[in-house]
């Protein structure tokens, strides 16, 4: 039997063991985020010399190569994590074939000894019905052991195909899990931007810069956050569990409406998630203000790419944008993190822009926007 070759399907190229392989060189890219913001103080000093401060253009060269190299050795990482998943998913089905092509022989080997069987045991009825005295009976003892070594030979083959039918089911267990498997690395564009800029994550007034308001940057937070829980945390289906903080059970404007903490900004979460409908509902709460999607480049960190289609539609959609060219939301058949050019045909209809005036409801007016009360 050829079994052996199939009994170590764990033993692969695990994108697993890529990302293990790779935690060093992110330690070493939050060592950049640390250097980067070193230069802050520099960048930010009352020091003024003819008029200017002689630090600024020197220590933003600075940050921006610290920033530049951080993101291109998370973007090697990133590439290499996925190369290994797409290597391993080409062996497994590599695998896969082989034994679903085994499968096939084994089933037509059975299907000729089953009629093997049925041809000796036949003429054996034939000739034991005969006289004893008919020299053709002498035959009956051949065709007897003939049946026994083909009854065995079945047995054996019954043995072998219960043991591809289970190395199959095996490797395509492997191969949903490799499909599902989140690359954390990914998670690391986003971070790595709010590592860089902490300012904007930790301030309490609602400043937009180019990365975004601060209630929009730990929007991005809480979908990273959301996007790491474990996958027995998460439930996939129209409409939203709002009742819930460290695990998610909802559809893509719910993923939304959890990672801005849209309940303790004052949304009426019985309004439901269709993105059109609660889009509309936040921007005429003043929490959102629609703009135009005029492409990926304009898009800050916190905004919510919509989909809009007809308001009935069921392909509307919604996702929330990390920067760096990353989305997050809760589609089912891309996972929570992905690249915004697994949807560059979507056709984006607008983009919801958090509104750093607006006015955090008075009966909770102690609490921070975008906090959990």
């Known amino acids: ?107 037509s080997m059975i299907r000729s000894k089953n009629m093997l069987c049925d041809t000796l045991r036949d003429r054996i009825s034939v000739l034991q019905s005969c006289d004893c005295d008919d020299p053709s009976h002498h035959d009956v003892t051949s065709l007897n052991a003939a049946l026994s070594r083909a009854i065995d030979d079945l047995a054996e083959l019954g043995v072998e195909k219960d043991m591809y039918l289970t190395k199959a089911e095996e490797i395509r267990d492997r191969i949903v899990s490799v499909k599902n498997l989140t690359n954390p690395v990914s998670t690391k564009f986003a971070e790595f931007d709010l590592a860089i800029h902490p300012a904007e994550v930790v301030s309490n007034t609602s400043t937009t810069s180019s990365f975004g308001s601060a209630t929009a940057m730990r929007a991005c937070q809480k979908a990273l956050e959301l996007a790491s829980l474990d996958p027995s945390k998460v439930k996939y289906g129209k409409g939203w569990d709002w009742t819930l903080k460290d695990t998610f059970h909802g559809d893509c404007m719910g993923f939304v409406l959890q990672a801005y903490d849209a309940v303790s900004l004052g949304y009426d979460h019985y309004k439901g998630t269709n993105p059109i409908i609660a889009g509309n509902n936040l921007m005429e709460m003043g929490v959102f203000e629609k703009v135009p999607f005029t492409g990926v480049d304009s898009l800050l960190p916190g905004d919510v790419v919509v989909y809009a289609g007809d308001i009935n539609d069921d392909n509307a959609h919604a996702e929330i944008y990390l920067g760096d060219n990353q989305l997050a939301s809760a589609p089912q058949d891309k996972g929570m993190l992905h690249s915004y050019y697994d949807y560059a045909d979507k056709g984006w209809s607008y983009v919801l822009r958090y509104n750093p005036d607006y006015t955090y409801p008075s009966s909770e007016s102690d609490t921070e926007p975008g906090t959990s009360v």
């Open 1 to 107: 039997m050829e079994i052996d070759r199939f009994t170590e399907v764990d033993s692969l190229l695990k994108p697993e063991e890529v990302i293990t392989a790779v935690e060093q060189v992110i330690l070493e890219v939050n060592g950049l985020a640390d250097g980067a913001n070193a230069l802050n103080p520099f960048i930010g000093s009352d020091i003024v010399i003819n008029g200017e401060n002689p630090f600024l253009p020197k220590a933003n060269s600075i940050k921006d190569g610290y920033t530049e190299a951080g993101k291109e050795m998370i973007s090697i990482c990133n590439d290499a994590v996925e190369l290994a998943r797409e290597e391993a998913l080409n062996e497994l089905n590599t695998l896969l074939k082989c034994v679903e092509d085994r499968l096939v022989v084994l089933e």
